[in-house]
């Protein structure tokens, strides 16, 4: 014997589809508590959903627009082809792919010069081998003046003088006439520059101090050349020169024809505790005059 079916609470029996060829009136899964009075036929028709004017039944779960059964909203591939909000590109990959091509590019380039300098300072104080004997050339090409490297500070024995280089120019004025400045210690001005300084620029520790180096390696005390290096220690030094009396407006605007630059040493004093004497007189090593020719100010090394 089939058992008895369940009732609505309230409500007449549920007709069966076998019985009457209709189908039976369920309850919605999302439908309130009150659905059971709204689809009573005897309830009010004011409590009707569809005794409002602008009641429209759409179809239920399950059914697409044209009636047809459709997918199960909570499961199935077309949950899993939902839309979904991706966060937005960054950095180089937000570029264009022309620009993305462009940034790689840049990145290669930037890449090459800095292993091939690299390379380059390694053979450079490596001991002599096979690469630096075929390339030496090459090799010093690439680190003088600028890169060039040495190892004094872990010498046995450490500079133990202090070395300032001075300059003065002659200069020709609005007039015609010439004028001859007085001597600009610039290694003080580096000093004043550095301390107190937390960040330094490279320029302000060793440009000049490397250029007096430079220019000393390469000249006897009579300041004459020793090597094929003589010429370019010279006018790499003047040019120095040259663009700190510039960049300090010394000469306020007019032509510099001739510079002259001289070092003046001192020793450093010894510690209390030590038994060496030494003078603290200074010393002076005065150069010869430059002359300045056009576009020098200008960085130019003609």
Same mark, same amino acid.
């Given at each position: 014997?089939?058992?008895?079916?369940?009732?609505?609470?309230?409500?007449?029996? %549920?007709?069966?589809?076998?019985?009457?060829?209709?189908?039976?009136?369920?309850?919605?899964?999302?439908?309130?508590?009150?659905?059971?009075?709204?689809?009573?036929?005897?309830?009010?028709?004011?409590?009707?959903?569809?005794? #409002?004017?602008?009641?429209?039944?759409?179809?239920?779960?399950? %059914?697409?627009?044209?009636?047809?059964?459709?997918?199960?909203?909570?499961?199935?591939?077309?949950?899993?082809?939902?839309?979904? $909000?991706?966060?937005?590109?960054?950095?180089?990959?937000?570029?264009?792919?022309?620009?993305?091509?462009?940034?790689?590019?840049?990145?290669? %380039?930037?890449? %090459?010069?800095?292993?091939?300098?690299?390379?380059?300072?390694?053979? $450079?104080?490596?001991?002599?081998?096979?690469? +630096?004997?075929?390339?030496?050339?090459?090799?010093? #090409?690439?680190?003088?003046?600028?890169?060039?490297?040495?190892?004094?500070?872990?010498?046995?024995?450490?500079?133990?003088?202090?070395?300032?280089?001075?300059?003065?120019?002659?200069?020709?004025?609005?007039?015609?006439?010439?004028?001859?400045?007085?001597?600009?210690?610039?290694?003080?001005?580096?000093?004043? !520059?550095? #301390?107190?300084?937390?960040?330094?620029?490279?320029?302000?520790?060793?440009?000049?101090?490397?250029?007096?180096?430079?220019?000393?390696?390469?000249? #006897?005390?009579?300041?004459?050349?020793?090597?094929?290096?003589?010429?370019?220690?010279?006018?790499?030094?003047?040019?120095?020169?040259?663009?700190?009396? !510039?960049?300090?407006?010394? $000469?306020?605007? !007019?032509?510099?024809?001739?510079?002259?630059?001289?070092?003046?040493?001192?020793?450093?004093?010894?510690?209390?505790?030590?038994?060496?004497?030494?003078? +603290?007189?200074?010393?002076?090593?005065?150069?010869?005059?430059?002359?300045?020719?056009?576009?020098?100010?200008?960085?130019?090394?003609?």
């Amino acid at each position: 014997m089939p058992a008895p079916r369940a009732e609505l609470r309230g409500s007449a029996p %549920v007709r069966s589809t076998d019985a009457a060829g209709e189908p039976a009136l369920g309850l919605d899964a999302h439908a309130g508590p009150d659905a059971d009075t709204a689809l009573r036929p005897d309830a009010d028709p004011a409590a009707r959903p569809d005794a #409002d004017p602008a009641y429209c039944p759409g179809p239920g779960p399950g %059914v697409g627009p044209d009636g047809d059964p459709g997918p199960d909203p909570g499961s199935g591939p077309a949950s899993a082809t939902a839309p979904r $909000h991706l966060p937005p590109r960054t950095g180089v990959a937000a570029l264009s792919p022309r620009y993305q091509v462009g940034a790689a590019l840049a990145l290669a %380039v930037v890449a %090459v010069a800095v292993c091939v300098h690299v390379g380059m300072v390694f053979l $450079h104080v490596a001991p002599s081998n096979t690469v +630096t004997k075929a390339h030496g050339k090459a090799i010093d #090409d690439w680190i003088y003046p600028e890169f060039e490297q040495n190892w004094k500070l872990f010498a046995p024995n450490p500079l133990q003088q202090n070395i300032a280089v001075q300059v003065r120019a002659q200069i020709r004025g609005a007039d015609g006439g010439s004028r001859t400045t007085g001597w600009y210690d610039l290694s003080a001005q580096d000093g004043r !520059e550095i #301390d107190g300084n937390l960040v330094p620029s490279h320029t302000q520790q060793n440009e000049l101090r490397r250029a007096w180096d430079f220019f000393t390696a390469t000249h #006897d005390g009579s300041a004459r050349p020793v090597g094929l290096r003589g010429a370019l220690a010279e006018t790499y030094l003047r040019r120095v020169v040259v663009m700190r009396l !510039e960049r300090g407006a010394v $000469h306020g605007g !007019e032509a510099v024809e001739r510079v002259q630059v001289r070092s003046r040493t001192t020793n450093v004093p010894p510690p209390k505790w030590s038994t060496d004497k030494v003078s +603290t007189s200074p010393v002076y090593r005065v150069l010869s005059w430059w002359s300045v020719p056009d576009g020098a100010t200008e960085g130019g090394t003609r």
